[in-house]
Structure formats: C-alpha cells, structure tokens
C-alpha cells in the first residue's frame, strides 16, 4: 500500500503505545484480523495460524500437509522458490539445484508455460496435457512406494518468470492430488492482497470452483511490518491439533502485527487499490503489447 502510508504508521503506534505480547495472552486484534481475513477467502479455509514471515508460513503449511495426510513426498514446479529456510530450500529448485540437491521425497513438475514450455498456445489442451505431467510423477511415485502429501505451488509461478498457468490446471491437479491423498497448498506470499486486480487472491484466476487446502501469505500482508498467515481447513487443524502438540509461535499475531495486517486491509479497500491494480496493469499490457507487435525481439509479455 505504499511506503510508510500515515494510516499504517499510526495503527502501529497506537497499538505500540497501548500493548504487545505474545497470542497466549487472548487480543481481540487476533480474532478480528483473523475475521477479517476470512471474508476474502473460499469459506472452507477458515482457520488461521500467525507467523513472521513468508518462509515460515510455508514450512508450517508442509507440516500441516504431513501431518494431515501422514505421507512424506511433495511435487513442486520446476525453479520454484518458496523460502530459505532448510525445510523450503528442499522444495525449491531454483535453490536445490545448486546446493545439497533433489531430496528423494521431492518431485518436480514442468512449469505450466504455454508461452515456453513443453506444452504451447498452439496445443491442443495444455491444461490436460500439464495437468498429466503431474498425475505420471504421482503414478511413478506410487511405484517406488512413495506417497505424496501435496503439490506445493505459488499460484503465478514468480521466480521462474511470472507465469500464468491457463485457467483450469488447478482444479485438475487437484484432482489428480487429491485421489493420492495429498492436499493442494498455494503460496500466495508474493502475488496475493489483490496484487492480481481482478481478483483479492492470484488463484481465484483459475476460476470460482477452484479453492486450495491451505494458503499461506506474506510480504504484503503487512506492508513491510514482519507478518505472515497460513490458512487452512478444519479437517487439516483438528489433525495437526490431534498430536497435542500445540502450535505456538511468540511474535506471530501479535497484537501490533495484527492491528498493521487490519490497517493494511482498510487501505486496500478504502484507497480502491484492487481496482487500481486492475487499471494500471491494463494500460501497462496495453502499451507493452503494442510494442511487442512493433518488435519482434518481445516474445510475450506478463
């Protein structure tokens, strides 16, 4: 919402000023943060847990998955990055690759480009055809007695070059994910909070049928303020609450984060910036566009 904006700086102080602690100790700011974030969200993702950041929301989100689905394995999208902590690194291999290399229990699927990828504009069905890429790497899986416990993607692939898979991939992936027993996890910690314009999150764009098992967000969830969420289903808590094992993190939800992760809502919806989003990105496709008519050196533009 812009560096510094006045109504970020001074929900912060204010709260500063009156109280933090840590969640044991019970904050209307949790619950009302908490609402407030569920009315952007499909209605079955009505659980949240608080953290600190990005890389944090998604190496809980993978114990969620584990722990609900009781299998191991994980298929990610080739260069895929999705954090830097030990647990991320291993699904990412944009970071892998050059590191310890591709754990066992990792899986990577093309990247569903229609633009440079294995299966183009031109063919016939790429949302089928990429959608399969996955259901071979679960059947090979299975062969080698491995079971998956979920296809961990962010919802327009960033680092691997701000991808926009076609309309219709989720919901078969999904399928394909769910006959295996694992669960569908979308990273929105770079293109959610109504980046996208059209929609408040990136994987609405595949359509209003579409609704992933967990979603975790960050960066822009506070504006720079260290906050990060991770939301989930009921069935998936209860079966991570079921180990008696409580999830406990000191800062994450605190009163301050929490009444920063409401400014940031306001504004959003008070300055119009969804829709803002939407314009600017028309004009700038827009004129980007034509350009790519005038050159042929521009390919695509995203």
Known sequence: VGHCHPDIVKAAHE????????????HDNLVDYAERLSKTLPEKLCVFY???SGSEANDLALRLARQYTKHEDVVVLDHAYHG??????????????NLGGQKEWVHVAPVPDTYRGLYREDHEDSVTAYANEVKNIIDQA???DRKIAAFFTESLPSVGGQIIPPAGYFQKVAEHVHRA???????EIQVGFGRVGKHFWAFQLQGE???????????PIGNGHPIACVATTKEVAEAFAATGVEYFNTFG???????IGLAVLDVIEKENLQ???TEVGNFLMKLLSEQKMKHPMIGDVR
Request: aromatic share 10%; glycine share 6%; net charge positive.
């Open 15 to 26: 709260q500063n000023q009156l109280l933090n602690t840590n969640s044991r100790y019970l």
């Open 50 to 52: 608080f953290l600190n």
């Open 142 to 144: 299975h062969k080698r």
């Open 181 to 187: 027993g694992g669960v569908f996890i979308a990273d």
């Open 275 to 277: 829709a803002h989003a």
């Open 84 to 97: 830097h902590l030990t647990s991320l690194i291993d699904i990412s291999p944009y970071k892998f690759r």
């Open 253 to 259: 939800g605190n009163p301050v984060s929490c009444a």
């Open 209 to 219: 049928d579409f609704a992933p098992d967990i979603v975790t967000m960050g960066k």
